[in-house]
């Protein structure tokens, strides 16, 4: 069975600090994973995904993740946090038939 | 575009009315998706359609009733629910490949009175 863990329910920065959310997986085959954000009162938008190749992936605004197999984890970083970047991160891994199995999730707080 | 749509924006039904959420996109994609989210908590995900075929029903109660007239289309239709239903439903959607991302709409604000 797939699932994800996503250590820290809240994390908080200064506003140009480095942002890092983790993220690890349990999978028993090469998985799928994404990262998705969600404002206030809003869908989730995806901000950068892994699939196969290269395990540096880049993303929207700034954020990219590693893929480390060897560790199972999938961090999401940005280098200088923005107060636009505050919002519920979420991680998430696909195995087959479009299923989708989502971290408990991350609330980042950017504070002046 | 790149955009999924949802309507209403918010509802607020009795226990006993009838009532439906749309869903539509764009994109050419093959598969759609209902999810059910809580205050502070993850997508749960309810329903799967893959080439207007329901393909996942996430054990989801007959009160949920999904349907997908086209491939571009999809409701979900709402009977007898229970205040505990009350949640932000959220569609989404996808190329249909299996492990591909999914695009999602901004939801319903569903409250169950």
């Known amino acids: 069975a797939q699932s994800v863990t996503q250590l820290g329910s809240h994390v908080s920065v200064s506003e140009g600090a480095l942002v890092l959310l983790r993220c690890n997986y349990s999978?028993?085959?090469?998985?799928?994973l994404f990262w998705y954000v969600q404002y206030p009162n809003q869908g989730l938008q995806l901000l950068l995904k892994y699939t196969t190749g290269a395990t540096l992936v880049k993303g929207i605004n700034g954020f990219e993740a590693e893929f480390k197999k060897s560790e199972t984890s999938f961090h999401l970083t940005k280098p200088s946090a923005h107060m636009s970047d505050a919002a519920e991160y979420f991680c998430?891994?696909?195995?087959?038939?479009?299923?989708?199995?989502f971290g408990t999730g991350t609330r980042l707080q950017v504070t002046l | 575009d790149t955009e999924v749509t949802q309507t209403p924006k918010h509802l607020v039904m009795g226990m006993t009315n009838k009532k439906s959420l749309k869903c539509e996109q764009h994109m050419g994609h093959r598969a759609m998706y209902w999810y059910k989210q809580k205050a502070k908590k993850p997508p749960e995900l309810m329903f799967v359609y893959s080439y207007e075929k329901l393909s996942i029903n996430e054990s989801v109660p007959s009160r949920f009733s999904p349907e997908c007239p086209n491939s571009s289309l999809l409701n979900l239709h709402l009977h007898a629910l229970q205040p505990e239903d009350s949640a932000l439903y959220l569609c989404?959607?996808?190329?249909?490949?299996?492990?591909?991302?999914?695009?999602f709409g901004p939801g319903t604000r569903l409250t169950v009175t």
């Open positions: 989404a959607s996808s190329h249909g490949g299996g492990k591909d991302e999914q695009y």
């Open positions: 999978s028993s085959v090469p998985p799928y």
């Open positions: 998430a891994v696909s195995l087959l038939l479009s299923k989708l199995t």
